[in-house]
């Protein structure tokens, strides 16, 4: 009987919403039961570092590689994790050898990348004598949005040919973009 469908439809669709309906009840009128568990929680912050690896091989361009440190021979990021936020900060030479900046508001945003390598290019007005190093920061930022902390790394040879020098804890207080 083609015209009882939609009505059955109807009636099914009153006994979901009847507050008096269990989910027993639904399934013994073999009627959808609905999930009732709640949604998932959010994903907590991410409690490790990404560990930048800068290659300064090619002039006024960095390949940054992002490794979690707690599995550095991996290419895989930590759990949950869906990419890192990577600040820059370019340091003069005179004060290439102090120690990296940790307030926040002392670095540019360079991106927010999803994979685990990139590249930073930069102008020729950015390199040479006149700056001597490229300080980075990043932080993972889980699959909810939650941002971890981050980790400090400096490139003391911002004219390339150089390597990493230092790393640390800092940026927990960056604003997010």
Request: charged share 20%.
């Amino acid at each position: 009987m083609p015209g009882l469908e939609p009505e059955a439809s109807r009636i099914a669709a009153f006994i979901q919403t009847y507050f008096k309906t269990s989910s027993a009840d639904r399934a013994e009128m073999g009627i959808t039961v609905r999930d009732t568990s709640p949604s998932p929680s959010p994903a907590q912050t991410p409690r490790t570092l990404p560990l930048v690896l800068v290659d300064t091989g090619t002039r006024l361009q960095h390949s940054l590689r992002l490794v979690d440190e707690s599995t550095p021979t991996r290419r895989a990021r930590a759990a949950d994790v869906l990419g890192a936020e990577v600040w820059v900060k370019l340091v003069a030479p005179p004060h290439a050898d102090e120690p990296a900046p940790t307030n926040p508001a002392a670095l540019i945003f360079l991106t927010m990348t999803t994979r685990p390598t990139f590249r930073a290019d930069f102008k020729p007005g950015q390199g040479g004598k006149r700056w001597g190093a490229a300080v980075y920061m990043a932080r993972w930022i889980n699959t909810w949005g939650a941002r971890g902390e981050g980790a400090v790394v400096g490139d003391r040879h911002g004219d390339g040919g150089g390597g990493v020098v230092g790393t640390g804890r800092g940026m927990t207080d960056i604003p997010a973009t």
